[in-house]
T-cell receptor
Framework: DTEVTQTPKHLVMGMTNKKSLKCEQH?????MYWYKQKAKKPPELMFV???????INESVPSRFSPECPNSSLLNLHLHALQPEDSALYLC???????????????FGNGTRLTVT | SQQGEEDPQALSIQEGENATMNCSYKTSINNLQWYRQNSGRGLVHLIL?????REKHSGRLRVTLDTSKKSSSLLITASRAADTASYFCATGTNTGNQFYFGTGTSLTVIP
């Protein structure tokens, strides 16, 4: 079992739907991340929050909207997605706030998203 | 892309044999980490090696780092069927809050 909890595990949505992915950690970690992973590919960094502030946005389309309501929670709001956005969405956290790769990432098991 | 590359892309060995996978990266790093991913699951951290270290051990894992060649290797000794997974290297940069994964090696250990 992982200490980072992601819900839902699976999500099917139409291109006109609005949905949200949720991520929660209670390890007191100061940085939280969203990654996108296509089949047989490595995870691709999308967003990084450090001390609840958005630190990195890797040129992600605006149909993906992250939110960090508090230090334990991370959301990813989805709207008007395309079929090519279907992927495994992984949330991770790390102890360091200003992350310099000195502490490991702790991953959730992901949300398998299918856009129809 | 700052993504690193790993080789081989896929590796199939018999149980008990050793498995070696290599990672090359492009930018200066603070350190390099290795992760394992079982099918359809999240990634699990295996080991971290800092830029001023050349070799590190953890159980059956041995990691080397050559910053002059911008490369690292992961050796799994006495492999087990449970080691079957994808393995990714990941680099932490000096600029902070950026953490990029290599292309990955799919390891199959045949019982």
């Amino acid at each position: 079992d992982t200490e980072v909890t992601q819900t839902p595990k699976h999500l099917v949505m139409g291109m006109t739907n609005k949905k949200s992915l949720k991520c929660e950690q209670h390890m007191g970690h100061r940085a939280m991340y969203w990654y996108k992973q296509k089949a047989k590919k490595p995870p691709e960094l999308m967003f990084v929050y450090s001390y609840e502030k958005l630190s990195i946005n890797e040129s992600v389309p605006s149909r993906f909207s992250p939110e960090c309501p508090n230090s334990s929670l991370l959301n990813l709001h989805l709207h008007a997605l395309q079929p090519e956005d279907s992927a495994l969405y992984l949330c991770a956290s790390s102890q360091d706030g200003v992350f310099r790769g000195d502490s490991p990432l702790h991953f959730g098991n992901g949300t398998r998203l299918t856009v129809t | 892309s700052q993504q690193g590359e790993e080789d081989p892309q896929a590796l199939s060995i018999q149980e008990g044999e050793n498995a070696t996978m290599n990672c090359s990266y492009k930018t200066s790093i603070n350190n390099l980490q290795w992760y394992r991913q079982n099918s359809g699951r999240g990634l699990v951290h295996l080991i971290l090696i800092r830029s001023n270290e050349r070799e590190k051990h953890s159980g059956r894992l041995r990691v080397t780092l050559d910053t002059s060649k911008k490369s690292s290797s992961l050796l799994i000794t006495a492999s087990r069927a449970a080691d079957t997974a994808s393995y990714f290297c990941a680099t932490g940069t000096n600029t902070g809050n950026q953490f990029y994964f290599g292309t990955g090696t799919s390891l199959t250990v045949i019982p």
